[in-house]
Nanobody
Framework: QVQLVESGGGLVQPGGSLRLSCAAS????????MGWYRQTPGKQRESVAT???????NVADSVKGRFTISRDNNKNTVYLQMNSLKPEDTAVYHC???????????????WGQGTQVTVSS
């Protein structure tokens, strides 16, 4: 059984910072891509940033220069450092990961339960 658990969300004032973490646990053989998505009511889920196992990243234009994605492969954890936060960054942030478990040799996409980020004065 594989699961992803996010942490680090909360309430922050505009211009502030938060760091989200997402740890994968369970019977894991390898992890390929890891990423962060966000969703607000009435809007489609938006990809925020992704990172693959060679360290290369892709960051959405809406957060480029403010958000940084990183990962610790030893801890099976992905991070999202969010700086200069704006009210429009308010959303539920979900992490996902492409994980090869121990039951077969396929990669499957797993999702975390989400963590709320609210940017407001």
């Amino acid at each position: 059984q594989v699961q992803l658990v996010e942490s680090g969300g909360g309430l922050v004032q505009p211009g502030g910072s938060l760091r989200l973490s997402c740890a994968a646990s369970g019977s894991i053989r390898s992890i390929r891509a890891m990423g962060w998505y966000r969703q607000t009511p009435g809007k489609q889920r938006e990809s925020v940033a992704t990172i693959i196992n060679d360290g290369s990243t892709n960051v959405a234009d809406s957060v480029k220069g403010r958000f940084t994605i990183s990962r610790d492969n030893n801890k099976n954890t992905v991070y999202l450092q969010m700086n200069s936060l704006k009210p429009e960054d308010t959303a539920v942030y979900h992490c996902n990961a492409d994980i090869r478990g121990t039951k077969d040799w396929n990669y499957y996409t797993y999702w975390g339960q989400g963590t709320q980020v609210t940017v407001s004065s």
